[in-house]
């Protein structure tokens, strides 16, 4: 089982950055295949970036590409996003969630792909 806590949200305005933090309790990080999601007022939960457990895959969504990065420092058991270029669009909680899997090249984008979740942390991108 993992724990998962994000941090680094906040109010920013538009074309400024933001890093996203995930920690993730226990010793088997590295376990996990990784991901980040939105959830924007009155839409649905969405994929915004996955990542292999090794790191070496990554899926990023449409709106998202070439403006945000995803990382993973395994030994510090801690999931990154990098957000640059952010738009009034960007703005929702935001959300790290896991899923424990064999397969080291395996990104998953599901929210039902994935076993856990951590609380969610405000971004609020103002024009």
């Known amino acids: 089982q993992v724990q998962l806590v994000e941090s680094g949200g906040g109010l920013v305005q538009a074309g400024n950055s933001l890093r996203l933090s995930c920690a993730a309790s226990g010793r088997t990080f590295s376990s996990y295949a990784m991901g980040w999601f939105r959830q924007a007022p009155g839409k649905e939960r969405a994929i915004v970036a996955g990542?292999?457990?090794?790191?070496?895959?990554?899926y990023y969504a449409d709106s998202v590409k070439g403006r945000f990065t995803i990382s993973r420092d395994n030994a510090k058991n801690t999931l990154y996003l990098q957000m640059n270029s952010l738009k009034p669009e960007d703005t929702a909680v935001y959300y790290c969630?896991?899923?424990?899997?064999?397969?080291?090249?395996?990104?998953?984008?599901?929210?039902?792909?994935?076993?856990?979740w951590g609380k969610g942390t405000l971004v609020t991108v103002s024009s």
């Open positions: 969630a896991a899923e424990q899997t064999k397969d080291y090249s395996r990104v998953t984008t599901r929210l039902d792909g994935m076993d856990y």
């Open positions: 990542i292999s457990r090794s790191g070496g895959s990554t």
